[in-house]
């Protein structure tokens, strides 16, 4: 199993290669990647489960789909604000998750709790979500999930002891 740090370095390793499939035959030739705010009709599949939607390409052209953890509101504790993005009033709690052999882990988390004036934005909330769910590096912040309850929709990310690097940068 072979890792890149980019889609460039991605691209020169397999430029050179012919991908087989199905009675085809691929070379990929140049990097094409998402330009920002790009929607694409990838489908994001975890646990090996295979979307029903694989089974029939023609519909992948009409689909939407976001893939990130449901948290209960019931495994999170709000303590204090940490102020406000765009769209979001921040909060930093604690969520509780049930271990593999039945304990209780707490972890720090920021809380991101979409503002109701906003609500119109929450589809583009959860696109963020979904896409942060999805990245894992060692410079990101996780993305655990969203929590909605009710007209409440918030993003549960893992916490920084520092804040945020834009703010932190500013008082360096």
Request: proline share 3%; with cysteine; aromatic share 8%.
């Amino acid at each position: 199993k072979r890792s890149f740090g980019s889609l460039r370095e991605l691209m020169h390793c397999y430029q050179k290669e012919e991908l087989r499939t199905e009675g085809h035959t691929f070379q990929l030739t140049r990097c094409c990647p998402p330009s920002p705010k790009d929607k694409t009709n990838l489908l994001v599949c975890r646990n090996n489960q295979v979307p029903e939607v694989a089974l029939f390409p023609l519909l992948h052209k009409h689909i939407s789909h976001m893939v990130f953890h449901k948290i209960r509101k019931e495994d999170l504790s709000f303590n204090e604000s940490l102020g406000r993005g765009t769209f979001t009033k921040i909060v930093r709690g604690v969520r509780k998750e049930l271990g593999d052999y039945g304990e209780v882990h707490q972890i720090d988390v920021v809380i991101k709790i979409l503002d109701k004036a906003h609500c119109s934005f929450s589809e583009s909330f959860f696109e963020a979500a979904s896409m942060m769910s999805q990245l894992s590096h060692k410079h990101l912040l996780l993305n655990y999930g969203v929590c909605v309850c009710g007209d409440e929709n918030m993003m549960v990310q893992e916490y920084g002891k520092f804040g945020s690097l834009d703010i932190y940068l500013r008082k360096k």
